[in-house]
């Protein structure tokens, strides 16, 4: 569907999915059905290669920690960024080299701390990035002593939602005044190898602080501690959700964020997650129910909040396309599922070809933070995935029934 080169369209959009190949899938593999390009993902991935050809790339896996997924990013080159111990294990069980990987510690339970170390001492290359003081410290008590990021918080950032805005919220990163003395502390009185600082912007990037002044606020801390060869910006780049965003340029990002590290001697590294996976998705579903109100048309499908949660929990966008009927006259359709709450809404009021029962409906940009948030909540079994690469199609992650949720279960 889409070549493997980096010259293709710089966004996916719903519309540019095969509707028959959807159709096929969609009666073969029962809905809901996510439906992964991979041959997308590596053109993603290629994308970032050619625009930033000298910096450290690693995959955010938390934006999709599928197996296929990751396995692809790895067979392009890229390293991989973990925010879990788990995440670690399912990068390893991908293929990903421990020497390789890095671990970012957010407030890590102990047992995340005590695999790491324990990881980190058969496979020394493996990088953690710690943003606390205290997470030095039960990293110091665990005989650690390897290559180390210190994360800090660079101060007001903006994004798509309050959620996704981890650069101002404290949680994120010792503080922006305290920077220098904990870098030099790293160092000196923890005795760990400071390769580098990190810093994580909001995912959307489209507030007050952008990839550039990240690195450049960065780049001082650099010079006044001393020692640090890498600048480590964190954080995705956008990606197109609403049909009136644009697709960022990585070329010229990737310009600015260079300049901005030219007073200092360091290598820029990049971990980008949504731009990789995010319109390499979609999701499918089938209309079960239609009620007409003295208001909008309402409408259920058998995909809920449960198969894709990015609507409910932060009010994101997601473009629609009805698959089977395209052409029908528009009505002002509230989408929802199957949950047994309110908060269980695609959308409200959008205008979108009327739908009929039994219509295939498809929702767009699904790749990051879609399968990844999926929930049991109401009992909801877990949605198959399928990929698709070289012309070909098989299933990626199995369709989870109650009985695998009442299998793990005891009285």
């Not at 991908?94 to 047992?111: C, E, F, K, S």
């Not at 956008?238 to 260079?258: F, G, K, M, N, Q």
């Amino acid at each position: 569907m889409s070549s493997v080169d980096a010259t293709g369209p710089l966004a996916l959009d719903v519309e540019d999915w095969d509707a028959g190949l959807l159709s096929r899938l969609a009666a073969e593999y029962g809905t809901p059905l996510y439906v992964t390009d991979l041959d997308r993902v590596r053109q993603n991935v290629r994308r970032l290669a050619h625009a930033f050809p000298d910096a450290r790339r690693m995959y955010a896996a938390k934006a999709n920690t599928g197996q296929a997924v990751m396995a692809t990013v790895l067979d392009e080159g890229m390293r991989i960024e973990c925010a879990a111990a788990d995440e670690v294990t399912r990068a390893m069980e991908a293929g990903a080299d421990p020497d390789r990987l890095q671990y970012t510690a957010v407030n890590p339970p102990a047992r995340d701390l005590d695999e790491m170390v324990a990881l980190w001492e058969a496979h020394p290359g493996l990088r953690v990035t710690a943003g606390a003081v205290d997470t030095l410290d039960r990293l110091a008590d665990r005989g650690f002593t390897g290559d180390l990021l210190l994360r800090v918080n660079p101060g007001e950032v903006g994004g798509p939602h309050e959620s996704f805005a981890v650069g101002k919220d404290a949680k994120f990163g010792v503080p922006y005044e305290r920077a220098v003395e904990t870098a030099r502390a790293v160092r000196e009185e923890y005795q760990f190898d400071l390769v580098g600082l990190h810093a994580h912007g909001a995912s959307g990037m489209s507030g007050e602080l952008t990839h550039p002044e990240a690195a450049r606020r960065l780049a001082a801390v650099a010079r006044d501690a001393g020692g640090v060869t890498e600048i480590d910006v964190g954080g995705g780049f956008s990606v197109p959700y609403r049909p009136d965003d644009e697709p960022v340029d990585v070329d010229a990002l990737a310009i600015e964020t260079r300049a901005a590290l030219e007073e200092v001697d360091a290598r820029l590294a990049i971990e980008p997650g949504r731009y990789v996976v995010a319109d390499a998705s979609l999701l499918l579903t089938r209309v079960n129910t239609l009620k007409e109100t003295p208001g909008p048309t309402v409408v259920g499908v058998d995909a809920s909040f449960t198969t894709l949660m990015r609507p409910a929990l932060l009010g994101s966008y997601h473009p629609i396309r009805n698959v089977t009927g395209p052409d029908r006259e528009e009505a002002e359709i509230t989408l929802g599922g199957p949950v047994c709450t309110s908060t269980d809404t695609f959308c409200q009021d959008r205008p979108l070809p009327r739908p009929a029962r039994g219509d295939l409906l498809a929702f767009g940009v699904a790749g990051a933070y879609g399968a990844d948030l999926t929930s049991e909540f109401h009992s909801q079994p877990f949605s198959a995935e399928v990929a698709l690469e070289g012309g070909d199609d098989r299933v990626v992650r199995e369709r989870r029934t109650v009985e695998d949720i009442l299998a793990r279960e005891r009285r």
